[in-house]
């Protein structure tokens, strides 16, 4: 075989792998591959939700934090601005109706995924006011808003979500 059958043998192996590439790209782009545990939207039913604590979520894969505050505490993540590492969430990723000091739709709930923002693992629960990030060291105020420490992190990201009229169902579109 000399170089010009070689190089257009290359050449055709070369198109056929692009064709191939090309394809799968438009079956990925219009047929949805994702598994069968991944849905379009979550809906969580809301019953005897305490007040100032923190609520886990789960559905499939997805796991939320849920915070109903209280007036009280609603005043307190208001005026605190110390030991906060982005008080007014300019760096986080969050809808449009999150920009805000409590980066919530509604003021009585706080919503968000339940994963921190350093090294990705579940957060737990401090103390009456402070979550913390199970494997490391970062934390967040119920507000969702990194705590002043050793390293720099995003606050908590917050999803797409809506409550019914009367706050009893949470929907979550991830």
């Known amino acids: 075989m000399n170089k010009r059958q070689l190089l257009v043998r290359l050449t055709q192996w070369s198109m056929a792998l692009l064709a191939l590439l090309g394809l799968y790209v438009v079956l990925d782009y219009t047929i949805d591959f994702r598994p069968a545990t991944i849905q379009s939207s979550?809906?969580?039913?809301l019953?005897?939700?305490?007040?100032?604590?923190?609520?886990?979520?789960?559905?499939?894969?997805?796991?939320?934090l849920l915070i109903r505050r209280s007036d009280r505490l609603r005043v307190e993540l208001l005026e605190a601005k110390l030991n906060l590492?982005?008080?007014?969430?300019?760096?986080?990723?969050?809808p449009e109706y999150a920009k805000n000091r409590l980066r919530s739709r509604s003021e009585e709930y706080?919503?968000?995924?339940?994963?921190?923002?350093?090294?990705?693992?579940?957060?737990?629960?401090?103390?009456?006011?402070?979550?913390?990030?199970?494997?490391?060291?970062?934390?967040?105020d119920y507000a969702g808003r990194a705590i002043n420490g050793q390293n720099r992190f995003l606050n908590l990201a917050i999803p797409d979500y809506n409550f019914n009229h009367d706050f009893s169902a949470l929907t979550v579109n991830p």
């Not at 979550?42 to 039913?45: D, L, M, N, V």
């Not at 590492?85 to 969050?94: A, G, L, M």
């Not at 990705?120 to 967040?140: I, K, M, T």
């Open 42 to 45: 979550y809906h969580f039913s």
């Open 47 to 64: 019953d005897d939700i305490p007040v100032d604590q923190p609520v886990w979520l789960s559905q499939d894969n997805l796991t939320i």
């Open 85 to 94: 590492q982005d008080p007014e969430s300019q760096s986080s990723r969050q």
């Open 110 to 140: 706080f919503v968000s995924y339940a994963l921190g923002t350093d090294l990705g693992c579940p957060l737990e629960a401090v103390n009456e006011q402070s979550l913390r990030e199970s494997c490391g060291s970062a934390s967040y």
